[in-house]
């Protein structure tokens, strides 16, 4: 999931893997493949920079935590 601003200041988070398409017209609009559409507040590289992110976290996998130092792998 990766959040995004819609025009009134909200915040949704939406399903990376169901965006279709990014377009700039010019408000950046995200065209889902349920046919939903979605104006958001972020340039469209913004949006593909949180979805790289967040596939980039999927492929990593898990953190794992110590719990005798606090710190993750």
Do not use: Y
């Amino acid at each position: 999931m990766i959040t995004v601003t819609r025009f009134d200041g909200t915040t949704l988070m939406i399903n990376a893997d169901l965006i279709e398409f990014v377009e700039s017209r010019p408000d950046t609009v995200l065209t889902l493949t349920t046919g939903k559409i979605v104006i958001v507040q972020e340039s469209p590289k913004d949006v593909v920079e949180a979805v790289v992110k967040f596939k980039q976290q999927i492929l990593r996998g898990p953190i794992l935590i110590d719990e005798s130092t606090g710190e993750g792998n």
